[in-house]
């Protein structure tokens, strides 16, 4: 599950990396465009993913988030742990009283 997660999120992860090279304001605002979409697509694909039962906790959730973050694809970088964890909170808001 928590391979899952860091395998529909690692795309745009990776394009992230390209926003730590951005000086401007305009030049972020012109990135966020071009990757609206993929932005879209995965946070559209963890708030699918099939581990989340109905009966999922926020606990549940917080285990999961904290596996996420220690996972070894994210363990060296910890602008890719930031970018994992805004993603999953962007994507669980609300859902089995996740919150930020």
């Given amino acids: 599950m928590v391979n899952e997660i860091v395998a529909r999120a690692l795309p745009l992860i990776h394009v992230e990396r390209e926003a730590e ?3 401007t304001h305009e030049a972020y605002d012109a990135f966020r465009k071009r990757h609206a979409d993929l932005n ?3 946070l559209t ?3 699918a993913c099939g581990w989340m039962r109905d ?3 926020a606990e549940d ?3 999961i988030y904290y596996a996420v973050l220690r ?5 060296s970088s910890a602008s890719d ?3 994992a964890g805004t993603l999953l909170n962007e994507a669980w ?8």
């Fill in 61 to 63: 959730m917080r285990e």
């Fill in 45 to 47: 694909q963890l708030r």
């Fill in 71 to 75: 996972h070894p694809d994210l363990e």
């Fill in 21 to 23: 090279q951005l000086d």
């Fill in 40 to 42: 879209r697509q995965v």
């Fill in 55 to 57: 009966d999922a906790t």
């Fill in 93 to 100: 808001k609300g859902v089995h009283g996740w919150v930020e």
């Fill in 81 to 83: 742990r930031a970018v």
